[in-house]
């Protein structure tokens, strides 16, 4: 099993721009996530889904956008990348509520 | 939302020690579940432990247990026997055990260096 896979590893943004970052887990997990974490600021949920079709806002959503077509597929969309969305993002999915949270491996992702 | 703190930034052991990282939360709740994870220089999150807080009994996972302490609302993790590969960033996580959210929280971690 693959478990949780994030692409790409890193990326480069110039301000304005958007992109999406992917993640696919392979597990049947009806729960994903998207965390960002920042320096001295721990993880921080941004969005998460319950299950296929069902997303909802987290601790700090400003700027990003999901959906979820596909148990297996999360993606998370920068509508227009700011400097202040420079950090490593997360994607985690866990198969029922109170589960650990299975986490990929991480984007870098710089906005300049 | 809840606070999760780990007050030590950083924390190192000599190798084939023992050492403590600390970890305090604050909630209103009495369901809920705690974690500890591992985060090597890979980026990678580890699972390490979890305690679920209806259990009076710590958990343990081999070298790694932890200390709960439900009325002060403390969580330490005790790594015995240190080893060069336990060298990472710690975090401690709080999920609330009736949200429907799926909300983590996480604190802003602990950095062990493992001395030879």
């Known amino acids: 099993n693959a478990g949780v896979t994030q692409t790409p590893k890193f990326q480069v943004l110039k301000t304005g721009q958007s992109m999406t970052l992917q993640c696919a887990q392979d597990?049947?997990?009806?729960?994903m996530s998207w965390y960002r974490q920042d320096p001295g600021m721990g993880l921080r949920l941004i969005h998460y889904?319950?299950?296929?079709?069902?997303?909802d806002q987290g601790e700090v959503p400003n700027g990003y956008n999901v959906s979820r077509s596909t148990t297996e597929d999360f993606p998370l969309r920068l509508l227009s990348a700011a400097p202040s969305q420079t950090s490593v993002y997360f994607c985690?999915?866990?198969?029922?509520?109170?589960?650990?949270?299975?986490f990929g491996n991480g984007t870098r992702l710089t906005v300049t | 939302a809840q606070t999760v703190t780990q007050s030590q930034p950083e924390m190192s052991v000599q190798e084939a020690e023992t050492v403590t990282l600390s970890c305090t939360y604050d909630?209103?709740?009495?369901?809920?579940?705690l974690f500890w994870y591992k985060q090597p220089p890979s980026r990678q999150m580890i699972l390490v432990i979890r305690?679920?807080?209806?259990?009076?009994q710590n958990a343990t996972e081999n070298r790694f247990s932890v200390n709960f302490q439900k009325a002060a609302k403390s969580f330490s993790l005790k790594i015995s026997d240190s080893q060069l590969g336990d060298a990472a960033m710690y975090f401690c996580?709080?999920?609330?055990?009736?949200?429907?959210?799926?909300?983590?929280?996480f604190g802003t971690g602990t950095s062990l260096t493992v001395i030879p």
């Open positions: 305690q679920e807080a209806y259990k009076q």
């Open positions: 889904s319950v299950g296929a079709g069902i997303t």
């Open positions: 597990m049947n997990h009806e729960y």
């Open positions: 996580a709080y999920r609330s055990g009736t949200n429907t959210g799926n909300q983590f929280y």
């Open positions: 985690a999915s866990n198969p029922y509520l109170n589960s650990p949270l299975h």
């Open positions: 909630t209103s709740e009495s369901d809920y579940y």
